[in-house]
């Protein structure tokens, strides 16, 4: 009958001592999948900052190219409105004189 008992007793702490191996194992994979979980998450956050920081470049060199275009087109038409200006100013104005007195 001890024999019997001690088997039970001897079977109970084995079976506890493997549950107490199982939650730590649990508790290790817990970890595991936490760390590689944030290392992914990491990874990824750090290639997409990249790529944020690759495409702002890329759109501030497009926006200053069309700024200089921009820029450019209304130098030419401010040059050609003072031609135009120096070659029919006295016209434009004897044309309104004579509108005004008319």
């Known amino acids: 009958m ?4 001690k088997k039970i007793v001897d079977a109970d702490n084995e079976a506890k001592a493997m549950e107490q191996k199982v939650l730590e194992e649990k508790e290790m994979l817990t970890k595991q999948i936490k760390e590689e979980s944030k290392k992914i998450y990491d990874e990824y956050m750090s290639k997409a900052l990249e790529t944020i920081k690759n495409n702002d470049a890329a759109e501030e060199k ?3 190219q069309l700024w200089k275009e921009v820029q450019s087109k209304q130098k030419s038409a401010h040059i050609k409105l003072q031609s135009d200006y120096e070659l029919n100013c006295e016209k434009w104005v ?3 004189v004579e509108r005004t007195l008319s």
């Open 2 to 5: 001890e024999n019997m008992i």
């Open 62 to 64: 497009k926006a200053d």
């Open 94 to 96: 004897d044309a309104i």
